[in-house]
């Protein structure tokens, strides 16, 4: 490190997974006589990361071939599929006095179900929780809920946001709308609330 300069130094890596086992790209040896050798090393590989920890070993060569065998039972027995990004599209909320005619309603994050190889994909259903909006509304604020769910077990949560920001045009009461939301106080601030249960592959939701 700091190479061409008067304080330039080395690191050694005791962790030789890294440099030999492809994927591997962490993460800590160790080693006290009351410990023993330890590690622990992180592994990506298919789009899924996988930890692992051994202790009390009694050599580093040791510690290496037991951390490298539970990584590769761990990525030979389990999967991570892919249910959704965070720009996925998961329902449009009309917004007929703001500046935006619609609130876009996403998860805060990418949606994944990790699950056992022997026992096959599973196709989730998804039920969502959309709270009251007040707008103005900015990226990041939560306004509902993703259930994911198989056979009616709720298996994951999901905070739901906006893309994007929602603005005020006027501080007015708004009406009624039975198809798209519905006003929960005659305040100076909108205010949107709608529950939906559906059912079917969340692949169905829309990617901006």
């Not at 329902?91 to 876009?104: C, F, G, S, V, Y």
């Not at 056979?151 to 893309?163: G, H, Q």
Request: aromatic share 6%.
């Amino acid at each position: 490190m700091r190479k061409n300069t008067d304080n330039s130094f080395w690191l050694v890596n005791t962790n030789k997974l890294v440099r030999f086992k492809k994927g591997v790209d962490g993460l800590k040896t160790g080693y006290t006589s009351g410990a023993g050798y330890c590690l622990t090393a992180t592994m990506m590989k298919d789009d899924m990361r996988v930890i692992a920890t051994v202790m009390g070993e009694p050599s580093s060569q040791t510690r290496n071939n037991e951390v490298s065998s539970m990584l590769d039972y761990a990525f030979a027995q389990m999967g991570l599929k892919k249910l959704l990004s965070k720009n996925s599209v998961i329902e449009t909320i009309n917004l007929p006095k703001a500046k935006l005619d619609e609130a876009k309603i996403v998860p805060s994050e990418d949606v994944n179900l990790l699950y056992k190889k022997i026992d096959g994909e599973i196709t989730p259903t998804y039920e969502i929780d959309i709270n009251e909006i007040k707008v103005p509304t900015k990226k990041g604020d939560v306004v509902g809920t993703l259930y994911v769910k198989n056979e009616d077990k709720i298996i994951n949560e999901i905070d739901l946001t906006v893309y994007g920001n929602t603005l005020l045009k006027a501080l007015r009461n708004l009406q009624k709308n039975r198809h798209f939301c519905q006003v929960k106080k005659k305040v100076p601030v909108a205010v949107f609330h709608r529950r939906m249960v559906r059912s079917g592959s969340l692949h169905d939701a829309r990617y901006l």
